[in-house]
């Protein structure tokens, strides 16, 4: 017997869902609208909320000040550079994984997610001194290549996973039809994985944007991306709030609103398919 | 059924992906190894082409004995069960209240899910600033608003502080994945319980908890990971003072900012041990899913 849910019952539901979600909100809403505040009302006693004269100047002054563009730029190239990257290496590997699965695919995988885990911290000198050598640190290339080596075990997972999900039997009908293994991926296969690997190309992409301890530590004026230049602002610029607010917002602007488009396949690649 | 030649091809695409991750795990290892086990301050002109002087495990006993690693072992031990205790209380609670019916689901899911994708470096300097600054802080509105003395958070509360911040960083994901877990629970079982007239507060304990008990494990198991390894977040708000010193945050200084590239290799070393723990745990959960 199907319950019917009172309407009083949902409207208490929702009251409390909308004031925790809105609470739990609030530091980026409040960035927000700071963002668009002088300096002198974002720190007003009382704090003001919606009243205030709706000003751009901090945008103005936060492009003026620091070279926005750079860093946007920067962050841009090593998010999207790293997770296409990724993807070339990841396609075929999570492809023969989920197809032509063998004794140790398993291992491998396990194996691979693990060096996932690797602190990174313990291999910070090592990486220091091999892009010395190598003359790419501060490079936008040295560090799409870390980003890339950090996220591929989740790049792999992730499309193992989609890929287990497309019936065997279709690709077998393929190959009785002759098809070679070129035309299996790139006919068959290729157009049913492309939600997938929209899905992984999507959280990779925020997962590079925030990632914040090689991009702090492995570049300096040339190739630092957003992270770093809010790092910048530690102080004591970060006291004037208007500016602060106004720089976080467009650092984080892209990535919210694509992290809400991804949020169905979120949980599958955070857990490695382990909550389904 | 695959072929000898499907077989060969197989192993040939996974090649690269194999190739790169294996060199990008066992060469910075064995040089951070190998440094641990040696004098290595570049800034006195120790050179790696001139050879390195051999020193035992004089860097493993002095990392261990000098007086900040015991506190940096508690820093992180204390933000890492903190913060697990936190989000996954809270988180649950947050999943079943989404898991209810209500208007505008959608919305709140969207505003919950938020802090997860803000960069920590943005997260971290907007909590120092803009909530826990002692004079314009919000935070320091509010407790003048109740008439108490506003609180110098990241000198005086700033442990608590940084557990906030990560706390806040984290919940969404604990209730993502535990509102997923909550929501493949089998209505009719639940509501089999409830024809049978089993409290409310029962039946989360007998149906839904056990039911959610290895997305929990999993939930702990990934946060553990990352927040044994938090950077950015003590980073531009203590800088490691008060007390914040993570193991993490321990390494970092020791082999960047006093470049003793020896005694931090073999903190590094103490840290992917630690980590390695860890991981054995979480690999045995996820390697027992793939068979099924």
Do not use: C
Request: net charge neutral.
């Amino acid at each position: 017997m199907a319950r019917a849910v009172t309407n009083q019952r949902k409207a208490t539901n929702t009251l409390f869902a909308w004031a925790i979600g809105l609470l739990i909100f609030f530091p980026i809403l409040w960035t927000i609208l700071t963002s668009f505040k002088t300096e002198a009302q974002a720190i007003n006693d009382p704090p003001i909320f919606f009243f205030f004269d709706w000003t751009l100047e901090n945008y103005a002054a936060v492009m003026e000040r620091s070279d926005y563009a750079k860093f946007l730029w920067n962050s841009i190239i090593i998010a999207v550079g790293s997770t296409i990257l990724g993807v070339i290496i990841a396609v075929p590997a999570a492809w023969s994984m989920a197809f032509v699965p063998s004794k140790r695919t398993k291992d491998i995988l396990l194996w691979m997610l693990s060096t996932k885990m690797l602190p990174a911290v313990g291999v910070l000198y090592p990486i220091y001194l091999i892009f010395i050598q190598l003359g790419i640190l501060d490079s936008r290339i040295g560090l799409v290549v870390v980003l890339m080596l950090i996220n591929l075990p989740i790049i792999v997972w992730m499309l193992y996973t989609y890929f287990k999900e497309i019936p065997v039997d279709i690709l077998e009908a393929a190959r009785m039809d002759g098809a070679s293994l070129r035309d299996e991926i790139v006919h068959v296969l290729t157009p049913m994985a492309i939600p997938g690997i929209a899905s992984t190309v999507l959280l990779n992409i925020i997962l590079a944007w925030n990632e914040a301890f090689w991009t702090l530590n492995l570049t300096a004026a040339k190739a630092a991306p957003l992270t770093a230049f809010i790092a910048s602002y530690s102080s004591p610029e970060g006291l004037f709030f208007a500016k602060l607010s106004a720089a976080s917002t467009m650092a984080i602007a892209p990535i919210l609103i694509m992290g809400w488009f991804s949020q169905k396949q979120l949980v599958r690649g955070l857990t490695f398919g382990a909550v389904k | 059924m695959a072929t000898q030649h499907s077989r060969s091809a197989a192993r040939l695409m996974m090649a690269p992906a194999v190739v790169l991750l294996l060199g990008w795990m066992l060469v910075p290892l064995i040089m951070t190894v190998f440094f641990s086990f040696k004098k290595y301050l570049p800034l006195r002109g120790d050179k790696l082409s001139d050879g390195l002087e051999w020193v035992g495990f004089l860097n493993y006993e002095r990392f261990i004995s000098s007086g900040s690693f015991w506190p940096s072992v508690q820093t992180t031990l204390v933000i890492v069960v903190s913060v697990l205790v936190i989000t996954v209380t809270l988180g649950i609670l947050l999943a079943l209240l989404l898991d209810q019916p209500m208007w505008g689901q959608g919305f709140v899911r969207i505003l919950v899910i938020a802090p997860f994708f803000v960069m920590p470096t943005v997260s971290a300097l907007v909590w120092k600033n803009m909530f826990m600054d002692p004079i314009n802080g919000i935070l320091a509105h509010l407790w003048m608003l109740f008439g108490a003395e506003p609180v110098l958070w990241l000198s005086q509360a700033s442990v608590p502080s940084i557990i906030l911040i990560v706390s806040w960083q984290w919940l969404p994901f604990a209730t993502l994945i535990l509102l997923t877990a909550i929501q493949s629970l089998d209505g009719e079982q639940l509501e089999a319980s409830e024809m049978d007239g089993a409290p409310k507060l029962k039946r989360f304990w007998h149906i839904v908890l056990p039911h959610l008990s290895r997305a929990i494990t999993i939930v702990i198991l990934i946060q553990t990971i990352f927040i044994l390894s938090i950077f950015a977040e003590i980073f531009v708000t203590t800088g490691g003072a008060f007390g914040t010193k993570t193991l993490t945050y321990l390494i970092f200084q020791r082999v960047l900012d006093s470049q003793n590239v020896g005694l931090g290799s073999a903190g590094g070393v103490y840290a992917i041990i630690l980590a390695n723990i860890v991981a054995i745990f979480l690999m045995r959960i996820v390697g027992k899913n793939l068979d099924n």
